[in-house]
Nanobody, 125 residues
Framework: VQLQASGGGLVQPGGSLRLSCVAS????????IGWFRQAPGNERDWVSC????????FYADSVKGRFTASSDNAEKTVYLQMNNLKPEDTATYYC???????????????????WGRGTQVTVSS
């Protein structure tokens, strides 16, 4: 299983970015994809997660109302639309995947078995 995250960049405060996470290397199975971010010197923090079973999505309080996760199961792709970005959103963003048999998803990074390389998001004027 491989994950490829992309879509990061430099944006001014109040701007938007859309991250993508493409999963490959498997054909069948239900899964959840989580988005996490890590700023230099900080731990990897949970941002959002989404289930492939029903599209149920969840968000950290710090991004709720500004970020929206969506998925295209046929393409095994998950998106993270980030609006009204703030300087404190600056971090490397990672996506992780775990196969599940239920429609939940977890904010615990330890539960995700597969990880992609991160994509850098910088919010600065």
């Amino acid at each position: 299983v491989q994950l490829q995250a992309s879509g990061g960049g430099l944006v001014q405060p109040g701007g938007s970015l859309r991250l993508s996470c493409v999963a490959s290397g498997f054909r069948l199975g239900y899964y959840a994809i989580g988005w996490f971010r890590q700023a230099p010197g900080n731990e990897r923090d949970w941002v959002s997660c989404i289930s492939s079973i029903d599209g149920g999505n969840f968000y950290a309080d710090s991004v709720k109302g500004r970020f929206t996760a969506s998925s295209d199961n046929a393409e095994k792709t998950v998106y993270l639309q980030m609006n009204n970005l703030k300087p404190e959103d600056t971090a490397t963003y990672y996506c992780g995947l775990v196969f599940r048999t239920d429609d939940g998803c977890s904010p615990d990074a330890n539960e995700y078995k597969y990880w992609g390389r991160g994509t850098q998001v910088t919010v600065s004027s």
